[in-house]
């Protein structure tokens, strides 16, 4: 069966630091990939997403992310966090010949220290 | 336009009830997606529509879960004689045919006493 692992649990980066939240996956296949954030009391918004071709991918607020298949990894990167960057971080993966339903990882909790 | 929506935001109920929780999804979206997080087991799948086809019920933990979608739009999600366990928020996702970005409603915060 499928599976993501988000290593870190809790991280804490200073405001201004850059920021990487590890990801990595076991799955036969190249799945879709995804990098979605809850913060507090909200639901989950999408930051970005790998399908195909280019490996580093552009997301929303800042982020960015690099799909390394030998790796098997989809870290997530920020080169300056904010202090509304603290929220929860979620890695997904998806099969799209299998209804596209989200595998989670555990999640990445995310404090930013003024 | 309006997002996924979800009713209640916040249940209460007390060991043994059935609850049924609501999701509206985004205009047009054929797909629907039923997830629960909890402390102890994160964020879980738990059943997916697609148009007129059959459910994917592959991820309900029990069959005190089931979930019907009427009219190819509005869900509910019940659970029978509900158990402490059930404790979670629900989410509910919708997307459009052949998408893989998927939108999450707020969510519903359920409570079992």
């Known amino acids: 069966a499928q599976s993501v692992t988000q290593p870190d649990i809790h991280i804490t980066v200073s405001e201004g630091a850059s920021l990487e939240l590890r990801c990595n996956y076991s799955y036969g296949a190249t799945p879709y990939l995804f990098w979605y954030v809850q913060s507090p009391g909200q639901g989950l918004q999408l930051l970005l997403k790998?399908?195909?071709?280019?490996?580093l991918v552009q997301g929303i607020k800042g982020f960015e992310a690099e799909f390394k298949r030998s790796q098997s990894s989809f870290n997530l990167r920020k080169p300056s966090v904010h202090w509304s960057d603290a929220a929860e971080y979620f890695c997904a993966v998806a099969l799209w010949d299998a209804g596209n339903m989200l595998t989670f990882g555990g999640g990445t909790r995310l404090m930013v220290k003024p | 336009g309006a997002g996924v929506s979800q009713s209640p935001s916040n249940k209460v109920t007390e060991k043994g009830k059935d609850v049924e929780l609501r999701c509206d999804p985004i205009s047009g979206h054929t797909a629907l997606y039923w997830y629960r997080q909890s402390l102890g087991q994160g964020l879980e799948f738990l059943i997916y529509?697609?148009?007129?086809?059959?459910?994917?019920k592959s991820g309900l933990p029990s069959d005190r879960f089931s979930a019907e979608r009427t009219g190819g739009s509005v869900s509910t999600l019940t659970i029978q004689r509900t158990q402490q366990e059930d404790s979670a928020v629900y989410l509910c996702?919708?997307?459009?045919?052949?998408?893989?970005?998927?939108?999450f409603g707020p969510g519903t915060r359920l409570t079992v006493l």
């Open positions: 790998y399908f195909s071709g280019d490996t």
């Open positions: 996702a919708s997307s459009f045919l052949r998408s893989n970005e998927q939108f």
């Open positions: 529509f697609q148009g007129n086809s059959a459910p994917d």
